[in-house]
């Protein structure tokens, strides 16, 4: 498969193709909302399991009406202040939203991406897309059109290249119930973010109840080929391991002989660059068949706690 133009990539999702796209956060999967066998495709191409639902992308708030109902005022109140941008609203869905989209629950997940490629790809379309992130699931999450190819390899599917995504994280997932907004999972926007909107605490849906209703909380993700160990004191870490090791640290270089290769998430300490460097250094380190990657944890805070928890997806073996 090929790099397409917007144009190709139209006509391809219109002919019930797959297409990975750019957004802000990560590459996603696209394909019609509106046809079981495009989708079906996403499901297949991701060795995704049918029970893990998928982002609904629309180009304007006007098109959520056509996908959700129901919807709170508090709900817009988020779309405004985020949209376009990666907070993804979890509504009650309108009935002619196919099953396989909802994984047969009575919710749809949607939000407006914030990239002028899939901005106007959307504004193209006559159809919303779903688009998962554009990776075999349980792999690292693409965040430009190389990485898409690296996690493919010779099953890569249509690439629309957009460059590289500049939050580098996937979007917050949200939902907005009667007792308050419910966090599925942290993301691109803090939830301290959320908080300062709404102006009460964001309740942090416990991943043990939660794993029905957002297998996004699924213990096991975004994990990396070679192992992942997570530390606090790296140097310390590094002194008990043997073999190729490579090092993802936070602020900080590390000194050690022992350390193969080592990659700086943000010499100047800044979590959002930290975000958006994290798939990207973790794919790099991924092709130098390293024994162990040790990735050292962020301040446990704003995007920092997002960080930190697809780190320690990554490291449930
Ligand atoms: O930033 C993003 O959100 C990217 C880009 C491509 O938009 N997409 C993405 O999709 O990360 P995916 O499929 O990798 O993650 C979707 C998350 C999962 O955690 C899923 O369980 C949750 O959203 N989700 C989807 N629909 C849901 C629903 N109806 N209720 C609760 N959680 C839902
Ligand atoms: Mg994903």
């Keep these: ?18 297409v990975a796209i750019p ?3 990560v590459y996603g999967l696209a ?49 405004e202040k985020f949209w376009p941008g990666p907070l993804t609203l979890v509504l009650e869905k309108r009935p002619e939203i196919l099953d396989i989209i909802t994984a047969g629950g009575p919710t749809v997940a949607v939000r407006i991406p914030n990239h002028p490629v899939s901005l106007e790809l959307l504004r193209k379309l006559p159809f919303p897309v779903a688009a998962p992130s554009a990776n075999p699931s349980n792999y690292l999450s693409p965040t430009s059109a190389e990485q898409v ?8 599917p249509y690439i629309l ?9 996937e979007s917050t997932v949200v939902a907005v119930k009667e ?11 803090s939830k301290e973010e959320i908080e300062a909107v709404i102006g009460e605490p964001v309740i942090v849906a416990n991943s043990e109840k939660t794993i029905a209703a957002s297998p996004g909380m699924m213990k096991k993700h975004y994990s990396p080929r070679s ?13 008990e391991l043997d073999g190729r090791i490579g090092v993802l640290s936070f602020a900080n270089e590390y000194q050690h002989e022992k350390i193969h290769q080592q990659l700086v998430l943000s010499g ?23 024994d162990v990657i040790v990735a050292e944890l962020l301040p446990e805070e704003g995007l920092g706690r997002s960080v930190n928890d697809r780190l320690r997806r990554g490291a449930v073996r």
């Design 227 to 239: 192992r992942l160990i997570l530390t606090n004191d790296v140097v310390a870490t590094v002194e």
């Design 179 to 189: 007792d308050g907004v419910h966090l599925y999972r942290f993301g691109a926007i």
């Design 31 to 79: 394909a019609n909302i509106f046809s079981e066998a495009a989708i079906k495709k996403i499901f297949e191409k991701k060795g995704r399991p049918l029970t893990n639902p998928l982002i609904v992308h629309i180009p304007s708030v006007d098109a959520l009406e056509t996908l959700a109902q129901n919807i709170p005022p508090l709900a817009y109140k988020l779309a």
């Design 161 to 169: 290249d957009g460059g590289r995504c500049k939050r580098g994280i």
């Design 149 to 156: 190819k690296q996690a493919f390899g010779a099953a890569r």
């Design 23 to 25: 957004t802000e956060t």
């Design 268 to 290: 100047t300490g800044d979590m959002a660059e930290a975000a958006h460097n994290l798939f990207s250094y973790l794919y790099d380190l991924d092709t130098l068949e390293l």
């Design 1 to 18: 498969m090929k790099d397409v133009t917007i144009d190709e990539a139209v006509q391809l999702l219109q002919m019930d193709e797959v």
